[in-house]
């Protein structure tokens, strides 16, 4: 079975310009969650799908960053425009909850530097 | 966003030691999972635990999930080299949200 795919897995840009990431979840998986990770600490939710719906994206920086999941499959992440401080990883994963057993599985991350 | 907290924050140890690092929180869990992530790569899921007081191992890996519902904790015995990386914990309540804590980096000396 097929993990969680992620592209690109590295991605260097010039500040104020646009970069968008693409995330494919195990396939079943209806819940999708996109984090932060920056370095030397742990993952922090960006925003968390049911299906096609955003049920979490309270910590999303709406003024720049965008996400979309249309037919509850795969899922775009997008800055617009990039800052310096948005240097970091960002790592996509899914789960589903079933009878109860909850496991969540992380692809292996888009590295994100912005110059 | 809420951060569990771990510690030890850095382990040194020699190959063939064990190790064993825990993580609280604040809120009661229903929950508990413990991730390896090593350089550039996303991490990597050791154990799943759903009931307070339950102990499950996977190889030399054992994990609690602790009875207060608010820690867990996770050993490994005779580590070995390929036992580096960050260790991280993750506690999830109702639902599909996880909180993750702040991570082990694990050095094995050969």
């Known amino acids: 079975e097929a993990g969680v795919v992620q592209s690109p897995r590295y991605k260097i840009i010039e500040k104020k310009q646009p970069v968008a990431f693409w995330c494919n979840p195990i396939?079943?998986?209806?819940?999708l969650y996109w984090y932060l990770q920056n370095l030397g600490q742990g993952p922090e939710l960006l925003i968390r799908y049911e299906n096609e719906e955003a049920v979490d994206d309270s910590q999303l920086p709406k003024d720049r960053f965008s996400a979309e999941r249309l037919k509850g499959v795969d899922s775009t992440l997008k800055i617009q425009p990039a800052e310096l401080g948005d240097s970091a990883v960002y790592l996509c994963a899914s789960s589903a909850a079933l009878g109860g057993y909850n496991e969540q599985f992380f692809g292996p991350g888009t590295r994100l530097t912005v110059l | 966003g809420q951060q569990l907290n771990q510690s030890p924050q850095s382990m040194f140890i020699q190959e063939g030691e064990d190790v064993s690092m825990n993580c609280t929180s604040s809120s009661i869990f229903n929950t508990w999972l413990w991730y390896k992530q090593d350089p550039g790569e996303g991490p990597v899921l050791l154990i799943a635990?759903?009931?307070?007081?339950e102990l499950t191992s996977n190889g030399r890996l054992t994990a609690q999930f602790g009875i207060t519902r608010k820690d867990s904790f996770l050993n490994i015995s005779a580590s070995i080299p390929s036992d580096v990386g960050i260790y991280f914990c993750?506690?999830?309540?109702?639902?599909?949200?996880?909180?993750f804590g702040t991570g082990t980096s694990l050095t094995v000396i050969p």
């Open positions: 396939s079943g998986h209806n819940t």
């Open positions: 993750a506690g999830a309540n109702t639902g599909n949200q996880f909180y």
């Open positions: 635990l759903y009931k307070a007081g």
